[in-house]
């Protein structure tokens, strides 16, 4: 089993930015991708962005130029660097691990980008 812990959501201004730490424990073994995905309300659950097991990132459009995703083998965890947040980046922010054909899920973690 893998467990994900994600942190490191909350409110902020348009155009500030936040980091999302996502901690991954447990049965990890050999390649293994990372996504983070995001929810809004009333909205499917969107994929955002990618750390291949190869080390490639891949995004979005809808934040490409703005976040960054970046892992830390030694730690596994994955972080999210949030930068120029938009009104509509609101939403829960997921992490996910990809393992052996199977997806784990962490629990979200709430982002709100308000004035």
């Known amino acids: 089993q893998v467990q994900l812990v994600e942190s490191g959501g909350g409110l902020k201004q348009p155009g500030g930015s936040l980091r999302l730490s996502c901690a991954a424990s447990?049965?990890?073994?050999?390649?293994?991708?990372m996504n983070w995905y995001r929810q809004a309300t009333g909205k499917e659950r969107e994929l955002i962005a990618t750390r291949h097991s190869g080390g490639t990132t891949t995004y979005a459009d809808s934040v490409k130029g703005r976040f960054t995703i970046s892992r830390v083998n030694a730690q596994n965890t994955v972080y999210l660097q949030m930068n120029a947040l938009k009104p509509e980046d609101t939403a829960v922010y997921y992490c996910?691990?990809?393992?052996?054909?199977?997806?784990?899920w962490g629990q979200g973690t709430q982002v709100i980008v308000s004035s």
């Open positions: 996910s691990l990809q393992q052996g054909g199977v997806d784990y």
């Open positions: 447990g049965s990890i073994f050999g390649t293994y991708t």
